[in-house]
């Protein structure tokens, strides 16, 4: 629908739809929910929420609102794990400054929590995952695995530490580092989460008019995430990597278990931020400063004249 006051819609791969009030202030609204992704309930609900606001920071706003989405089955499950679950979601609201209004609860046979979340953010001050310019440098706050290493955490793989890292990684809010990233010349931000690496890199690239140039061996890994990832793909890697066969360009000798962690889902992840080349030593400085400690300058944005969109080298 067009209207004058809709900043950012659907016509882009943007997170979070930006729809303006006044000169001065815009509303940021998105939503977000999937099923458990760890066994313990108070984990997922802090998780799931830090999930939703995330796309809150990827747009460089703040969130101040949301109201809970849960699915629940009648039988079968002591309600006690939903109390748990709606309180890691208040929980890591608070940390963020929200407040929960409330929400709402359908009967499910499979349990799924998430928030719709409103934020604000100054109409002139929107960060979109188009803008993109070659000559950027690409950076990325968070380690990658997420994906791998739970889901062989459910098949019985990897080492509880493992485990404990990327639950650490999921519920830790995107906050700090879109504070910082504020007071740099951004000119394309998204979150890492269920299209991979590559995929939003690819919804970037695209958007852009650009191509962006990753180096495997620069990324932020999670531990055990190379280890796990050569034992086998999740059916979310396989997905992505159907979805990317003619969008992404792996260059030969980048190993099996890189490509593998560049396509696997990620839950919570991290922002990639584009922003010019000379900018990015600071910003990592900055970010580094303000506990963000595993970001990275991962790779570079080209000109794009043809073929892929996006390599892996």
């Known amino acids: 629908m067009a ?17 303006r009030l006044s000169p001065e202030c815009a509303l940021v609204q998105t939503v977000d929910f999937f099923a458990p992704i760890v066994d313990d309930a108070f984990q997922f609900g802090g998780i799931a929420a830090a999930n939703a606001m995330s796309d809150v920071y990827a747009m460089g706003g703040e ?10 089955p009648q039988e079968g499950v002591p309600m006690e794990i939903l109390g ?11 940390e963020a400054g929200v407040v929960v209004l409330g929400g709402h609860t359908v009967n499910d046979e499979e349990i799924k929590f998430g928030m719709a979340v409103t934020g604000v953010v100054h109409p002139d001050r929107i960060w979109r995952n188009v803008g993109a310019r070659p000559g950027d440098a690409l950076v ?23 485990e404990a890292a990327a639950i650490a990684s999921m519920l830790a809010l995107n906050a700090a580092a879109s504070r910082v990233l504020r007071d740099f010349p ?59 066969a003619d969008r992404v360009q ?13 396509y696997d889902p990620q839950t919570s992840g991290g922002l990639l931020v584009a922003l010019p080349q000379d ?10 400063a303000a506990g963000v400690t595993a970001a990275t300058i991962i790779g570079a944005v080209e000109q794009h004249a043809a073929g892929p969109w996006i390599t892996l080298r």
Do not use: Y
């Not at 209207?3 to 729809?19: I, K, Q, R, S």
């Not at 990325?140 to 493992?162: C, E, H, M, Q, Y």
């Not at 008019?209 to 059916?235: I, K, N």
């Open 250 to 262: 792996i260059a030969a000798g980048v190993p099996a278990d890189l490509v593998e962690i560049a």
């Open 140 to 162: 990325l706050t968070k380690a990658l695995g997420t994906g791998i290493v739970t889901t062989a955490r459910k098949r019985g793989a990897g080492t509880p530490d493992d």
């Open 84 to 94: 748990e679950i709606l309180r890691g979601g208040i929980d890591k609201a608070t």
């Open 279 to 288: 900018a990015a030593p600071d910003a990592i400085a900055a970010l580094h």
């Open 186 to 244: 951004v000119h394309a931000c998204t979150d890492v989460t269920g299209f991979a690496l590559l995929g939003h890199g690819f919804e970037m690239a695209h958007g852009s008019g650009v191509r962006l140039v990753l180096d495997a061996a620069r990324l932020p890994l999670l531990p055990g995430a190379r280890t796990l990832a050569v034992e086998g793909q999740s059916g979310g890697c396989r997905r992505n990597r159907d979805w990317l």
């Open 63 to 72: 969130p101040r609102t949301a109201l809970n989405v849960v699915c629940f």
């Open 3 to 19: 209207h004058p006051d809709l900043l950012v819609g659907t016509a882009t791969a943007d997170d979070a739809g930006v729809f």
